[in-house]
Structures are given as structure tokens and as C-alpha cells.
């Protein structure tokens, strides 16, 4: 059995203790996730671990001849051959242990009598054999089309991949060299939902050891069975899935949490003592004992993990819309060869969460630049409802985000009123914590401004988000922040993803694209996921669900039938449009002062006077029932309204 162990290791960098006596033991089939916030220490502890990084103190002891493989988050670029070429580079150890053998087989020639170098040669023709050294071509044709490479792409020189696609080449070198531990680095960081299957699958069948740290739960609660846990230094071991990990922790956190609260009202108590006494001579000996105190509080301050710390906020109220958000007729999109969009008709109706999937180069961005009207450039029509305003994010937002002040002005000149005071804690949620915010918006780098560029979105009334993958560049935490935002959004969303947790917590419906084709599925990516694996698996789909499935079909042509209207009606027809749109307005005044009165209710029963009065209680509860009722009678009036204009 193959193994690594790590005995009471520790790394300081200054002042700031990385790791505290930490000792950790990978070995064949350790199936392990390394957790923590970010700045933990979690990168520098895995290349501690792979044997790049030199601790202060402490033992790493690797079994002889043990292959451990490592992969970090980024910085990997190949050059100067084929795809196919530098595959083969991973299975180095095979070429080295056949020269080895050669060598063994010339010195048995001369010396065919010599016991020791025959049973040498033997034992090492036997492990080249077992190692699977002679299928080496068929192993790295399925993990590099596993991974999301094209057959024709195993010609293609290693420069012109970009970034994304040299991490999966160092990735399938990682994956195909042999190794008994794999150390991997945020490996889902760069692929897309395929691909993320298919390393889940790799993974699971993996008969050796592995530690990886990614942000994505739903990867890892497939592939892992234990978590380590890295904060304030200190490493901890948790068994089971990360969805196990993160409610043992939750019940911890309760505990932690009510220490650190009643810490910090020792430490508010003692600052407003020294604050208030220190200077007068009466009482500036109890403010040194208090300082005292202080002093040995913070030398053992208590610190809540960031990436466990749940912070909610809410969208800006969705401005209202149609029931009809968006109509697409015959929509054709090429880029000179064949149609990467063809013939795509579909409705979108009001709070709708369309979840756009299909394979790299099937279009899906594409779609979504032009229904966020960004590209013009295609045939067919894209229809937007009465009412409805577009938020759209994509990967170049981040390009737009530009000035020279802080992120903290940033946001709060952009933000709603009565969200400012809540900006900290949201930039917070993004990954911007402590001093971050005073960073000017200059020095930041493109992953930061589309985080910066995402959350400047979510504070825009708008009532259709278009998102392109708007979880890159999010950790854990705010991924689930973000998704419970989406969830309480009150308007429609179309998103793409390669988060598969985060698509089927968000998504209603599935518009599945492939080249030249589209099918739409009028339920969840879960039961997308299913309908694909029955369809794999030859089994026919009922009628009901055939009927809920919209296949590809030729644009309704235009009815001919409309004649001209005279004088007479369009005067007639635009002073009734006229009268909607004073009622319309007048609806949207009457719609927004109830709301208004309504939320100032709510936040009455969140008072301790009123919910624990049950009488009070009871009457602000009848009177939230009572607007409530008139709001759904004058959405209603104004929908109908606004669909008549």
C-alpha cells in the first residue's frame, strides 16, 4: 500500500502561524477533501504535500517508489509539441523503467548465468506489464476525451490551446501518469459539466489516494468520503461527505458563535472602560487592569471561519412584467459555416429559472448575448414582453469594470439606499473581507472585477438576470449565497453553468442545446439529467413527458391575414393605448405604496414588542393577509393591463 504521512508540520509566514503541528496521512484509497477559507493555507499545504514547499518543522515520510502527483490551480503552459506528444510525457516512468529492463536484457546476454540480474529483469517486465504501460495510448485517448478534448485536436500544437485547456492537459498528464496519490488543486476550476462527470467517475473508480480542494459541493459529495479542515493553523479530520462536514460544523459553529458573541461584549465592555476612564487619575489604574484583561482576550480571540459564516441579502424588488418574458421565432445564428443556433423557437414566461446546457461550442453563450441584446448579428426575432428590463453578466463585464477608487465607493455610489449599510457584509460574501474593500478598483485583478461586476448586477433593479457563468471566480460560500439570492429573486432568470449543485438547486426548466438543434424540457436539470440517461439506456419516454418535451421545429410563418387599419381606429386604438398607460401607471403607484406599507409590517412583527404580544402580533399579521390580497388583485389588473398595450 502506497502512502504519504505528514508528522506535526508547521509553516509561519512572518508573524501568521499557516500550520500548527499538523500531521495527516494519505494513502491507496484515501478519498479526501481539504476545506478552509480563503488565505487558509490550503494551496501552500498541498505543496507541502507534493514536496515543492519546505515547512519550518515536522516529518514528511513517501513509501519507496510511491508516484504522487500534483496539479495547482493555474501557471501551467505547454509548448513546443503535439497534444498527443505531450501525453505521452506523463507516461515517463514507463519509458525510464523500459530502459531499465533493455539494460538488465544486454547485461544478460553477456552474463545469461547471473540468477539475480534474471530475476531483476523478470520482476520489472512483469510491473511495466501490470502498470498497463502497453494500453498507454488507449488511456490517454479516454482521458483526454473525457476531459473535452477532440480527436482532432491530438495533432494540434500545445501553444495554441488556451488557459483553460493547458490546466485539463496538466490535468489528464496528472490523471494518466499512474500515480498512487493525486494531489489536485481546484481541478474542476476549468471544466465544464461534461467534463466535471467524467472526472467524478475518474475518481471514484481511482484506486489509489487522493486530497483535492475544490468549491464545487456537488462534485465532492460524489467523490470524497472524509474532509480536513484547515483554520487558524490547526488541521481536523471529518468523516463522510461534504454535506455531512458542513452540518456537524453547523452544530459546532452554534457553540463557537455564542462564545464569540459573548466575547465581543467583553471586549466592547472593556474598550468603552479604557475609552471612557484612561485618562482621568482617579480611575487610570482600573484602566490599565482593564487594558490587562484586553490584552489576554485578544491574545486568545475567537475567529468564525469565513466560508461558514452564512450572510443573506436580497435582491432589489423585480420591477413588474408581463406573464410573457421573452419570444424567440426561427432564431439562426452562424459564424460563416453552418447554423450554431438554427431555427430556435421558445417561450419564456415570468419567473421561469431557464437553464441553458449543452457541450462547449454548442452555442449557449451565444444564445445569451443575444437575448441580452449585446449581438445583433442573426435571422429570426427575439421578442421582449411588456415591462421587462435585462440585467446581463458575462465573462467581459469584468472589462467594464474601471476607476480609480475604492471597492467600498465603488459600490455604495452604485447601490440602492437602503442597501448600503448591508454592502460590507455583501462584499464580504464575494470574497472582498477586512482591508480588501479599501483596494482601488485599479489594482484588481479580472477574477475580482467579475465578482465586482456580478454584484454590481445583483444590486440593479431589474426583473430578466442573464447570466453566464456567474459562479467562476466564486468560492463555496458565496456560490450558496448567491443561489439563495436567485431562488428569492422575484423576476426570471437564464443561466449557464458548469456548477451541477448549483443548476439543479436554481433550475425550472432546461433549454438543451446542440449543433444546428435545440429540445426544451419542462422540468428540473435533475429530470433533464434522467430523460438523457434513459435515452442512453434505449428506454422510451412516456406521452405525458413527450408532450412536455418541445423538439426543434420549422418557425410558425406569419400570419398574412392583418390589414391596415383607417384613420378613424388608429386614432380610436391610440387613444385607448393612451388610457392603459395612465392605468398601468397608476396600477404600478398603487402596487409600490403597498408594498411599501407591507414591508414596513413585516419588519414591525420582526420587534420583540410585537411578536411576543400575541394581540399585536395577530393584528399586524391581518394586516400584512389583507395587503397581500390587494397586491395579487392589482398585479393582476396591471398584467392584464400592460398585455393589452
Given at each position: ?23 495527516v ?14 488565505g ?8 507541502i ?35 498527443k506528444e ?10 525510464e ?10 547485461q ?17 517486465m ?21 476531459l ?40 474542476t ?32 459529495d460524489?467523490?470524497?468520503?472524509e ?20 452540518e ?25 472602560f ?41 435582491f ?38 431557464l437553464v ?19 449581438d ?29 477608487e475604492s ?10 439606499l ?129 408532450s ?8 410558425a ?14 386614432k ?51 394586516e ?11 398585479n393582476a ?9
Amino acid at each position: 500500500m502506497a502512502f504519504v504521512q505528514f508528522s506535526k508540520v508547521s509553516l509561519a509566514f512572518g508573524d501568521r502561524d499557516i500550520l500548527k503541528d499538523v500531521s495527516v496521512n494519505l494513502a491507496t484509497g484515501t478519498k479526501a477533501a481539504l476545506t478552509g477559507a480563503n488565505g487558509a493555507g490550503k494551496s501552500t499545504l498541498i505543496k507541502i504535500m507534493a514536496g515543492l514547499v519546505e515547512p519550518d518543522s515536522g516529518e514528511r515520510i513517501a513509501q519507496k517508489d510511491s508516484r504522487i502527483a500534483y496539479l495547482p490551480q493555474s501557471g501551467l503552459v505547454h509548448s513546443g509539441c503535439s497534444l498527443k506528444e505531450e501525453a505521452d510525457k506523463a507516461f515517463l516512468w514507463g519509458y525510464e523503467l523500459q530502459e531499465k529492463i533493455d539494460s538488465l536484457g544486454e547485461q544478460l546476454k553477456l552474463n545469461p548465468e547471473n540468477e539475480k540480474l534474471a530475476v531483476e529483469h523478470s520482476e520489472l517486465m512483469e510491473k511495466l506489464e501490470q502498470s498497463g504501460w502497453y494500453r498507454r495510448d488507449v488511456l490517454a485517448e479516454s482521458v483526454l476525451i473525457g476531459l473535452g478534448f477532440e480527436r482532432n485536436d491530438f495533432t494540434k500544437q500545445t501553444q495554441e490551446f488556451s488557459g483553460g485547456w493547458q490546466m485539463r492537459i496538466a490535468l489528464a498528464k496528472a490523471l494518466m501518469c499512474g500515480p498512487d496519490i493525486l494531489l489536485l488543486d481546484e481541478p474542476t476550476n476549468y471544466l465544464d459539466i461534461e467534463a466535471r462527470n467524467w472526472l467524478e467517475k475518474f475518481l471514484q473508480d481511482f484506486k489509489g489516494g487522493f486530497l483535492l480542494v475544490s468549491h464545487d459541493r456537488y462534485f465532492l459529495d460524489h467523490t470524497i468520503n472524509e474532509v480536513y479542515e484547515l483554520f487558524g493553523g490547526d488541521l481536523k479530520r471529518y468523516p463522510g461527505n461534504f454535506t455531512h462536514y458542513e452540518e456537524v460544523r453547523a452544530v459546532e459553529l452554534e457553540t463557537l458563535i455564542a462564545e464569540y458573541n459573548k466575547q465581543q461584549d467583553e471586549i466592547q465592555h472593556l474598550e468603552e472602560f479604557i475609552k471612557r476612564f484612561g485618562y482621568k487619575a482617579t480611575k487610570a489604574a482600573q484602566a490599565q487592569e482593564r487594558q490587562k484583561m484586553l490584552d489576554k482576550i485578544l491574545e486568545n480571540k475567537i475567529e468564525i471561519p469565513e466560508n461558514l459564516k452564512k450572510i443573506r441579502f436580497k435582491f432589489p424588488a423585480a420591477p413588474h412584467s408581463g406573464q410573457i418574458v421573452l419570444t424567440i421565432k426561427g432564431l439562426c445564428k452562424n459564424y460563416g459555416g453552418p447554423n450554431v443556433i438554427n431555427n430556435l423557437d421558445f417561450v419564456l414566461e415570468k419567473g421561469e429559472r431557464l437553464v441553458v446546457a449543452g457541450r462547449n461550442g454548442a452555442g449557449k453563450s451565444t444564445l445569451l448575448r443575444i437575448l441580452a441584446g449585446t449581438d445583433k448579428d442573426f435571422t429570426g426575432s427575439v421578442t421582449t414582453g411588456s415591462g421587462v428590463s435585462i440585467g446581463y453578466f458575462s465573462q467581459d463585464s469584468a472589462e467594464k469594470i474601471t476607476g480609480s477608487e475604492s471597492i467600498l465607493e465603488h459600490m455604495e455610489n452604485i447601490a440602492p439606499l437602503e442597501l448600503v449599510p448591508k454592502i460590507r457584509d455583501m462584499l464580504g460574501s464575494f470574497l472582498f473581507r477586512g482591508d480588501d474593500v479599501f483596494k482601488s478598483i485599479s489594482v484588481l485583478s479580472g477574477g475580482e472585477k467579475s465578482r465586482i461586476a456580478l454584484l454590481e448586477l445583483l444590486l440593479r433593479p431589474v426583473n430578466l438576470l442573464i447570466l453566464d457563468e456567474p459562479t467562476n471566480h466564486l468560492d463555496m460560500h458565496s456560490k450558496d449565497v448567491l443561489l439563495e439570492a436567485l431562488k428569492d429573486f422575484g423576476g426570471t432568470v437564464i443561466f449557464v453553468s458548469h456548477d451541477r449543485g448549483f443548476i439543479e438547486d436554481l433550475s425550472t426548466k432546461v433549454l438543451e442545446l446542440t449543433p444546428g438543434k435545440h429540445r426544451e424540457f419542462v422540468g428540473d436539470y435533475k429530470y433533464y439529467m434522467q430523460r438523457l440517461e434513459d435515452e442512453t439506456n434505449g428506454i422510451v419516454p412516456s406521452a405525458e413527458n413527450k408532450s412536455a418535451e418541445k423538439k426543434q421545429t420549422a418557425p410558425a410563418e406569419e400570419t398574412k391575414s392583418q390589414t391596415k387599419l383607417s384613420w378613424e381606429e388608429q386614432k380610436k386604438a391610440e387613444a385607448e393605448k393612451r388610457k392603459l398607460q395612465k392605468e398601468v401607471e397608476k396600477l404600478e403607484n398603487q402596487i409600490l405604496e403597498i408594498e411599501e406599507k407591507k414591508e414596513a409590517l413585516e419588519n414591525q412583527m420582526a420587534l420583540p414588542e410585537v411578536y411576543s404580544n400575541g394581540e399585536k402580533a395577530k393584528a399586524v399579521q391581518k394586516e400584512i393577509d389583507e395587503l397581500s390580497a390587494k397586491l395579487n388583485e392589482l398585479n393582476a389588473a396591471w398584467e392584464k393591463a400592460a398585455e393589452l398595450i
